[in-house]
């Protein structure tokens, strides 16, 4: 590579985000820049290498470059240097930062950087105020209060000047100093007017936020404080070089309550401690992190999924062991600096982080949970009002007893149940147990089972019942007990018992029961087959329970419920609707709570008018019993997505996740995923952000990797929104990688035809010309050549911008035979049609770029017409224009002229299509010699000359 080509990299990497990518690139260009003879260009790099090395995460190679840009500008002074002379200075300040957070350098070496450093700022004629600024650091790091307090006032006393930190970093390290002596009003009237400014640095405003998280709370100042923690966190989540700050978050989760989301952050970063970017960083995090597990261990049995690192395994570790392996780390860190400093202040410090613990109320913070599972204090949830139960009259017989019972189960109350029957084994006891009562009591006793111990306790109570029935000789009896038997087993994997039962019981009381036993019979048999998904079957078995006449509104309004499951399984919409609305009716008559929520749900579930699904959600929550409402809550909250009230729909699906998470049930991930998009589409992409990640943690730990991809996808779109373009880029780059089976080709082509249009969006053409190259040979492996042809006229687009025209050229060539097969057809569809002609487009711009403009109007030829049979017309002006232009590149003004004055009577009047094909009439009108005629046109058009420019 040339000297120019070196210079011109340099350049390119002050574009690139500070991280790995930009310390590659940058150690790359200094190992081609030593082995030449530009010692201006191997300084340059060194000086852009430090800052890259300090804030992208690597310090400690920080010292080696610095060292030798400060070697060489003493030994051997050169013009070039005067140039870097504020800068170099500037990197003290680096150095003693970075100094004093690796203990293996002693303190002495970094007091004589800082001798240094003061004797060069005098004699450059500065202030001291940064010299102050950094004995005060120093003094603080090791503990001397007092030399603090010193330096602290003689920092606040010197003038600023050029070589002070910026406007927000000088009174980021006030406050925190102010929090550290218990001044926190004053921290926050201190940041306040630093807030309400314009903050330009690298470090803001998320250092000064971070400072401010404990000030706010200590104020009760709530709100902020929150708000700093998430717009913070954001900010900092994806730079190594912060991990002492993100320590400060997980810290301010512990102190707030919110263990849940300490555990989250420490999952997301805890692979970061095995290249932290200091000692320092690793013992805060370590000792952070310590405190907020120990926490989390406590209340429960807490994992953590930890990557693999050396020769450590991928694997779950708990929360208890891992936060003695960090309370280990970060203690020995903490004593490895007092041995270099002389005194206990690290290890009390530490000491002190790991015994934090919650402090004062519970804030919220999370964006997915809208309360802490582990907050003892929150409200109970409110349950539903409970069943009347009835009166049990103190002079009742046993038959008496059993007959209130058996209406109780009928009409489903069930706490009354439960009082009758004991009062019934009070009163009667094994006494007056005739073995009719036994049966029956036997009966009773496996219908209360089955919604208080579930199917597995009821069965065997079932079976107990139709013994004694079967010797008690009553075939009646024994086949309405038979038949529920046969339903529980069903639903345990006993099937073919279960289902010849039912089956038997259905067609003896068919035969021999009354009207409300042969419909019972019947849909009993309808519960059996669903449980089966024998659904035709199941239909069939309900249409004759509804066919059947009897008196029995809550053996109605279940038969009704069952049908209407039945036809929604069978896709049947408009009958499924129908039934829906019966059983909500049907329901509400009887006004039994657990009825008027499954109806009023199956409604919701047919209706087809948003308004209305969201209505009988509504209703099913008003009903619900609690441990009933998270799938109520979830089905509401799509149904509120779909009616476009997506605010709404994120309320529902936070409470959606946290009460999946109270109730240890599985799938929060996939809730926080939903809710992420519900944020999204609400227009509160930060949140989205916060919830997606989450989410793409959650189902990584599930092993779920084809929903975590798509989660990451949505991901993508959210970072955009943010005009976060790297994390989307990372991303993109990572769902190439776990798209790389042959069954997922397509995919991974549109993943790479996305990441090379944002890479184009953001002028990073060279770069966005090699995704598009990629996807293309995708889209040729995946037998795709529309998507094919695409990709590669994106590709020469790319490259012809970033002036690589000999490649675009060879692009072009390739897109000529992809489009030379497709338009082959007898009668192309528009979709080829379409991409043929921009494939043309490009290959003019290409061309006409490469000086061959005649071959370019050759490609243009008939181009703007094939457009316009598809009803492409914004591409075909758009061609028109491009033919315009590329003649007046080929000296044909007089032809231009009368295609740009057609061109631009059909273009809306102020259109930057417009604006630009005036500009191009207007430049065809001077080459012609017709001046005024040229004036006139910029006039009437308004053009100025930095339209034209």
Same mark, same amino acid.
């Given at each position: 590579?040339?000297?120019?080509?070196?210079w011109?990299m340099?350049?390119?990497?002050?574009?690139?985000?500070?991280?790995?990518?930009?310390?590659?690139?940058?150690?790359?260009l200094?190992?081609?820049?030593?082995?030449?003879?530009?010692?201006?260009?191997?300084?340059?790099?060194?000086?852009?290498?430090?800052?890259?090395?300090?804030?992208?995460?690597?310090?400690?190679?920080?010292?080696?470059?610095?060292?030798?840009?400060?070697?060489?500008?003493?030994?051997?002074p050169?013009?070039?240097?005067?140039?870097?002379?504020?800068?170099?200075?500037?990197?003290?300040?680096?150095?003693?930062?970075?100094?004093?957070?690796?203990?293996?350098?002693?303190?002495?070496?970094?007091?004589?950087?800082?001798?240094?450093?003061?004797?060069?700022?005098?004699?450059? /004629?500065?202030?001291?105020?940064?010299?102050?600024?950094?004995?005060?650091?120093?003094?603080?790091?090791?503990?001397?209060?007092?030399?603090?307090?010193?330096w602290?006032?003689?920092?606040?006393?010197?003038?600023?000047?050029?070589?002070?930190?910026?406007?927000?970093?000088?009174?980021?390290?006030?406050?925190?100093?102010?929090?550290?002596? !218990?001044?926190h009003?004053?921290?926050?009237?201190?940041?306040?007017?630093?807030?309400?400014?314009?903050?330009?640095?690298?470090?803001?405003?998320?250092a000064i936020?971070?400072?401010?998280?404990?000030?706010y709370?200590r104020?009760?100042?709530?709100?902020?404080?929150?708000?700093?923690?998430?717009?913070?966190?954001?900010?900092?989540?994806?730079?190594l070089?912060d991990?002492?700050?993100?320590?400060?978050h997980?810290?301010?989760?512990?102190l707030?309550?919110?263990?849940a989301?300490?555990?989250?952050?420490?999952?997301?970063?805890?692979?970061?401690?095995?290249?932290? @970017?200091?000692?320092?960083?690793?013992?805060?995090? *370590?000792?952070?992190?310590?405190?907020?597990?120990?926490?989390?261990?406590?209340?429960?049995?807490?994992t953590?999924?930890r990557?693999?690192?050396?020769?450590?395994?991928? !694997?779950?570790?708990?929360?208890?062991?891992?936060?003695?392996?960090?309370?280990?780390?970060?203690?020995?860190?903490?004593?490895r600096?007092?041995?270099?400093?002389?005194?206990?202040?690290?290890?009390?410090?530490?000491?002190r982080?790991?015994?934090?613990?919650p402090?004062?109320?519970?804030?919220p913070?999370?964006?997915?949970?809208?309360?802490? =599972?582990?907050?003892?204090?929150? =409200?109970?949830?409110?349950?539903?009002?409970?069943? #009347?139960?009835?009166?049990?009259?103190?002079?009742?017989?046993?038959?008496?007893?059993?007959?209130?019972?058996? &209406?109780?189960?009928?009409?489903?109350?069930?706490?009354?149940?439960?009082?009758?029957?004991?009062?019934?084994?009070?009163?009667?006891?094994a006494?007056?147990?005739?073995?009719?009562?036994s049966?029956?009591?036997?009966?009773?006793?496996?219908?209360?089972?089955?919604?208080?111990?579930?199917? +597995?306790?009821?069965?065997?109570?079932?079976?107990?019942?139709?013994a004694?029935?079967? #010797?008690?000789?009553?075939?009646?009896?024994?086949?309405?007990?038979?038949?529920?038997?046969?339903?529980?087993?069903?639903m345990?994997?006993?099937?073919?018992?279960?289902?010849?039962?039912?089956?038997?019981?259905?067609?003896?009381? $068919?035969?021999?029961?009354?009207?409300?036993?042969?419909?019972?019979?019947?849909?009993?048999?309808?519960?059996?087959?669903?449980?089966?998904?024998?659904?035709?079957?199941?239909?069939?078995?309900? %249409?004759?329970?509804? $066919?059947?006449?009897y008196?029995?509104?809550?053996l109605?309004?279940?038969?009704?419920?069952?049908?209407?499951?039945?036809?929604?399984?069978? #896709?049947?919409? &408009?009958?499924?609707?129908?039934? *829906?609305?019966?059983?909500?009716?049907?329901?509400r008559?009887?006004?039994?709570?657990?009825?008027?929520?499954a109806?009023a749900?199956a409604y919701?579930?047919?209706?087809?008018?948003?308004?209305?699904?969201? *209505?009988?959600?509504?209703?099913?929550?008003?009903?619900?019993?609690?441990?009933?409402?998270?799938?109520?809550?979830?089905?509401?909250?799509?149904?509120?997505?779909?009616?476009?009230?997506?605010?709404?729909?994120? +309320?529902?699906?936070?409470?959606?996740?946290?009460?999946?998470?109270?109730?240890?049930?599985?799938?929060?991930?996939?809730?926080?995923?939903?809710?992420?998009?519900?944020?999204?589409?609400?227009?509160?992409?930060?949140?989205?952000? &916060?919830?997606?990640?989450?989410a793409?943690?959650?189902?990584?730990?599930?092993? *779920?990797?084809?929903?975590?991809?798509?989660?990451?996808?949505?991901?993508?779109?959210?970072?955009?929104d943010l005009?976060?373009?790297?994390?989307?880029?990372?991303?993109?780059?990572?769902?190439?990688?776990?798209?790389?089976?042959?069954?997922n080709? @397509?995919?991974?082509?549109?993943?790479?035809?996305?990441?090379?249009?944002?890479?184009?969006?953001?002028?990073?053409?060279?770069?966005?010309?090699?995704?598009?190259a990629?996807?293309?040979t995708?889209?040729?492996?995946?037998?795709?050549?529309v998507?094919?042809?695409?990709?590669?006229r994106?590709?020469?687009?790319?490259?012809?911008?970033?002036?690589?025209?000999?490649?675009?050229?060879?692009?072009?060539?390739?897109?000529? /035979?992809?489009?030379?097969?497709?338009?082959?057809? @007898?009668?192309?569809?528009?979709?080829?049609?379409? &991409?043929?002609?921009?494939?043309?487009?490009?290959?003019?711009?290409?061309?006409?770029?490469?000086?061959?403009?005649?071959? $370019?109007? %050759?490609?243009?030829?008939?181009?703007?017409a094939?457009?316009?049979?598809?009803?492409?017309?914004?591409?075909?002006?758009?061609?028109?224009?491009?033919t315009?232009?590329?003649?007046?590149?080929?000296?044909?003004?007089?032809?231009?002229?009368?295609?740009?004055?057609?061109?631009?009577?059909?273009?809306?009047?102020?259109?930057?299509?417009?604006?630009?094909?005036?500009?191009?009439?207007?430049?065809?009108?001077?080459?012609?010699?017709?001046?005024?005629?040229?004036?006139?046109?910029?006039?009437?058009?308004?053009?100025?000359?930095?339209?034209?420019?």
């Amino acid at each position: 590579m040339s000297e120019d080509d070196l210079w011109r990299m340099l350049h390119e990497t002050t574009g690139m985000p500070y991280g790995a990518g930009r310390t590659a690139a940058l150690e790359q260009l200094l190992r081609r820049a030593d082995t030449g003879d530009d010692r201006h260009l191997a300084f340059a790099a060194r000086m852009q290498a430090t800052t890259g090395y300090v804030y992208g995460g690597e310090p400690a190679k920080s010292f080696v470059t610095f060292s030798w840009c400060l070697a060489e500008f003493d030994r051997d002074p050169q013009p070039y240097h005067q140039g870097y002379a504020h800068q170099l200075l500037w990197h003290f300040k680096y150095m003693v930062n970075a100094m004093l957070k690796f203990p293996e350098l002693p303190l002495d070496r970094t007091y004589a950087v800082l001798d240094d450093m003061e004797r060069r700022y005098r004699d450059a /004629g500065h202030s001291l105020q940064a010299v102050h600024k950094h004995r005060y650091l120093v003094a603080d790091h090791v503990g001397d209060a007092g030399a603090a307090e010193r330096w602290y006032r003689e920092w606040l006393t010197a003038p600023r000047d050029e070589l002070s930190d910026c406007a927000g970093c000088d009174p980021t390290t006030q406050v925190a100093h102010l929090a550290h002596v !218990g001044r926190h009003d004053e921290a926050v009237a201190l940041a306040e007017p630093v807030l309400a400014g314009r903050l330009t640095c690298t470090e803001q405003p998320q250092a000064i936020l971070t400072a401010l998280l404990v000030p706010y709370l200590r104020t009760g100042r709530g709100d902020a404080a929150r708000n700093a923690h998430r717009e913070a966190y954001r900010r900092l989540r994806g730079n190594l070089s912060d991990l002492w700050d993100i320590g400060d978050h997980v810290e301010f989760c512990t102190l707030t309550g919110n263990e849940a989301r300490a555990v989250e952050i420490v999952e997301r970063h805890l692979d970061w401690l095995d290249r932290a @970017p200091t000692p320092a960083a690793a013992m805060h995090f *370590a000792a952070t992190a310590a405190a907020a597990l120990r926490r989390a261990a406590g209340a429960g049995d807490v994992t953590l999924h930890r990557r693999a690192a050396g020769d450590r395994p991928a !694997g779950e570790v708990s929360a208890a062991a891992l936060a003695v392996e960090l309370t280990d780390t970060a203690t020995a860190l903490a004593a490895r600096f007092d041995a270099r400093n002389g005194t206990s202040y690290q290890s009390e410090w530490i000491a002190r982080r790991l015994a934090t613990g919650p402090a004062g109320e519970h804030l919220p913070l999370s964006a997915s949970l809208r309360r802490s =599972p582990a907050d003892p204090a929150r =409200p109970p949830q409110p349950a539903a009002p409970p069943a #009347e139960e009835p009166t049990v009259p103190a002079d009742a017989t046993a038959d008496e007893l059993l007959d209130l019972a058996d &209406e109780c189960l009928r009409t489903h109350r069930r706490s009354g149940l439960t009082a009758v029957l004991a009062a019934y084994d009070e009163r009667c006891g094994a006494a007056e147990a005739s073995p009719r009562r036994s049966a029956r009591r036997l009966e009773l006793r496996a219908g209360e089972l089955t919604h208080t111990a579930g199917p +597995e306790a009821a069965r065997d109570a079932n079976r107990a019942a139709l013994a004694a029935y079967r #010797e008690l000789g009553d075939p009646v009896r024994a086949q309405v007990v038979a038949g529920r038997l046969g339903v529980l087993l069903c639903m345990t994997g006993e099937a073919e018992e279960g289902l010849a039962l039912v089956r038997e019981a259905a067609t003896f009381l $068919a035969a021999h029961g009354d009207a409300r036993e042969r419909a019972a019979a019947h849909d009993r048999l309808a519960l059996a087959l669903a449980h089966l998904g024998r659904w035709a079957e199941a239909l069939a078995a309900a %249409d004759r329970a509804a $066919a059947e006449e009897y008196d029995d509104p809550w053996l109605a309004a279940r038969a009704a419920l069952h049908r209407a499951h039945v036809l929604e399984e069978l #896709e049947r919409p &408009e009958e499924f609707r129908a039934a *829906a609305g019966q059983a909500r009716r049907l329901a509400r008559e009887v006004g039994v709570d657990e009825l008027v929520t499954a109806a009023a749900l199956a409604y919701a579930r047919a209706a087809d008018d948003p308004a209305e699904t969201v *209505a009988a959600c509504d209703e099913a929550l008003r009903t619900a019993p609690p441990g009933a409402r998270l799938p109520v809550r979830v089905f509401r909250a799509r149904a509120l997505l779909a009616a476009e009230r997506a605010a709404e729909a994120v +309320e529902d699906f936070a409470e959606a996740v946290t009460l999946c998470v109270e109730q240890g049930a599985d799938g929060d991930a996939f809730l926080r995923w939903e809710l992420a998009n519900a944020y999204r589409v609400a227009g509160r992409p930060a949140e989205a952000a &916060e919830v997606a990640e989450e989410a793409v943690l959650g189902l990584d730990r599930l092993g *779920a990797q084809a929903e975590a991809d798509r989660c990451r996808h949505l991901l993508v779109g959210i970072y955009v929104d943010l005009g976060e373009l790297e994390p989307a880029l990372a991303l993109l780059d990572l769902l190439a990688r776990n798209l790389d089976g042959p069954d997922n080709l @397509p995919r991974r082509a549109q993943v790479l035809e996305e990441a090379g249009g944002l890479l184009y969006d953001a002028d990073r053409d060279a770069l966005a010309g090699q995704r598009f190259a990629e996807a293309a040979t995708a889209y040729r492996l995946a037998g795709a050549p529309v998507d094919e042809l695409r990709a590669r006229r994106r590709e020469a687009d790319a490259l012809s911008w970033a002036g690589d025209v000999p490649a675009a050229v060879s692009a072009v060539e390739v897109c000529d /035979g992809l489009a030379s097969a497709l338009s082959g057809q @007898p009668e192309p569809p528009p979709v080829v049609t379409y &991409e043929v002609a921009l494939a043309a487009e490009v290959a003019a711009r290409v061309l006409a770029g490469a000086g061959r403009p005649d071959e $370019a109007l %050759d490609r243009l030829a008939g181009i703007p017409a094939r457009l316009r049979s598809i009803e492409a017309f914004g591409e075909a002006a758009r061609v028109e224009l491009l033919t315009g232009e590329t003649l007046m590149r080929a000296g044909r003004p007089g032809e231009a002229e009368p295609l740009l004055r057609e061109v631009l009577g059909g273009l809306p009047p102020g259109s930057r299509p417009a604006i630009r094909a005036a500009w191009l009439l207007a430049g065809s009108l001077d080459e012609l010699g017709r001046p005024d005629d040229a004036a006139a046109v910029r006039a009437e058009h308004g053009l100025t000359a930095d339209e034209e420019d």
